[in-house]
């Protein structure tokens, strides 16, 4: 394929001292010749693949020095797009930067859309769909084990599962057309059936693994919906200001989804929380009494936990006890507060409307107990909802619709071979799983989605 040359700040992860500017195509050396001067005036043009170079960004116009840098000289086809790419590393802050951007534009570059890098290093067959959506999470992965299953699915691992299972549809396939091909064997039916259950409930087998880390990859990559109900004055506020200042909070470019609700990500101990705050919470007022019983259960059922405080110091109401009564089927945390202050709530009854699920004890203005809770939550996150921590994990929504859809198609080939349909209906589902799967790494994609995609991208990636 042939593309134009393009530029664009591309930040390093992490946000160090340093920014990058991005070239890719076939003019970024010929391009960054233009406005560099290196020692010695030796010129990039001649320089091995994958070096830096130490020099000045000179404008052409005046000759003036704008910025001090490093260049990184890579040549197709081992780059991220496959083709040239120059990096320039400046360190002269957002300004500087800026004008050496200016100057590849002035100089024959063309400033890249969001996402075109990496849009490129898919188009130029670098890497596949699910690759570049990783692309995506991980510039907007909110916590370090985010990251991982960003990074692990850029590795390919999504896709690697993936396309195990379409070969493995594949060759059932063409087993059964040999079959048919062949039917002076006796038993070919017979055969024929058997192996497509058999392959057919192993695919579905594998698809059911990758639907059982889609909650937790979706949690990982949007953060676990918690929300904090209580009574008024139990220590509500105090209990998400503790959680937003023990802990990093996390800058999101979400914009929350509903109105009246505020959003604050924070980071306890790998696990993202979108601590869900309805707008009264912080004055003194409950979520339950603010928008009536009925908008509340709305706001709490999509919560993913739930986090419940009650108050040592006074006895349990009848409050308290609906409140018990209106999560009974969520997964919560009971946080017992004000333990600094002499006991009248009846413990035995908490542990009761408790039923089994964690109790915390705090004295959030003593800030004691919050360690306790932080462990609750990650033991509550990490253990028994999948087997291990280094399952690849699907996050991605389009993934998952996808894999549903996959996993419908191979059970309507499995209830059509129990049935006993023709051998050619079955196959027809079959295919059709074929298909959706190949849709998640990009192999049977529309133009238009792509696009979408890469839009979604921040500029420069
Ligand atoms: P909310 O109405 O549930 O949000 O409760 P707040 O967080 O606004 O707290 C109500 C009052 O209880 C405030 O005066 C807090 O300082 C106080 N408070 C919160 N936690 C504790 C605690 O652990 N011990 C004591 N003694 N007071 C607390
Ligand atoms: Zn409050």
Not at 225 to 246: F, M, Q, W, Y
């Amino acid at each position: 394929m042939e593309f134009d040359t393009i530029a664009a700040i591309s930040t390093p992860m992490g946000e160090g001292a340093i920014a990058i500017v991005r070239l890719s195509g076939e003019e970024a050396i010929s391009i960054a010749d233009r406005i560099f001067k290196g020692v010695g005036g030796k010129k990039l043009k001649d320089v091995p693949s994958h070096t830096i170079h130490y020099g000045h960004i000179i404008d052409p116009a005046n000759g003036q020095t704008v910025e001090e840098v490093m260049v990184t000289v890579m040549r197709a086809p081992k780059t991220f797009t496959r083709e040239d790419v120059v990096e320039i590393n400046c360190h002269g802050g957002l300004v500087s930067v800026n004008r050496v951007l200016q100057l590849t534009l002035t100089n024959g570059a063309r400033l890249a859309e969001p996402g075109e890098f990496t849009k490129r290093a898919f188009l130029n067959g670098r890497i596949d769909l699910s690759q570049a959506e990783a692309v995506i999470d991980l510039i907007r992965a909110k916590t370090d084990r985010a990251m991982n299953v960003a990074l692990q699915q850029m590795e390919g691992r999504l896709s690697k599962m993936i396309r195990e299972l379409r070969q493995t549809i594949l060759e059932t396939l063409a087993h059964v057309e040999v079959n048919i091909d062949y039917p002076e064997y006796d038993d070919v039916e017979e055969m024929t059936h058997q192996l497509l259950m058999e392959k057919a409930q192993y695919v579905r087998g594998q698809i059911e693994r990758l639907l059982q880390t889609a909650q937790q990859g979706k949690i990982l990559r949007e953060g676990l919906a918690t929300v904090i109900i209580g009574r008024p004055n139990v220590g509500k506020s105090s209990l998400l200001n503790s959680l937003v200042h023990e802990n990093k909070a996390i800058v999101t470019d979400i914009p929350g989804t509903t109105r009246d609700v505020i959003e604050e990500y924070v980071n306890v101990r790998g696990v993202p929380l979108k601590l869900i705050d309805t707008a009264g919470i912080r004055e003194t007022e409950d979520i339950v009494e603010r928008i009536g019983v009925e908008r509340s259960r709305q706001v709490l059922k999509e919560a993913d936990l739930i986090l419940l405080v009650l108050n040592f110091n006074e006895e349990l109401t009848k409050e308290d006890e609906q409140l018990f009564e209106i999560v009974k089927d969520m997964d919560v945390i009971v946080i017992v507060n004000k333990t600094d202050l002499p006991q009248k709530i009846n413990m035995e009854r908490v542990k009761e409307l408790a039923n089994g699920r964690p109790i915390v004890t705090t004295s959030l203005l003593k800030e004691k107990g919050i360690e306790d809770l932080e462990e609750a939550i990650a033991a509550l996150f990490f253990t028994g909802r999948v087997e291990a921590n280094d399952l690849t994990y699907v996050s991605n929504s389009r993934h998952i619709a996808l894999l549903h859809q996959a996993k419908k198609a191979i059970e309507d080939a499995i209830s059509g071979i129990e049935a006993g349909v023709p051998i050619d209906l079955v196959q027809i589902d079959l295919t059709r799983a074929w298909e959706l799967l190949g849709e998640i790494i990009g192999d049977t994609v529309h133009e238009s989605l792509i696009d979408q995609l890469f839009s979604q991208f921040c500029l420069g990636k």
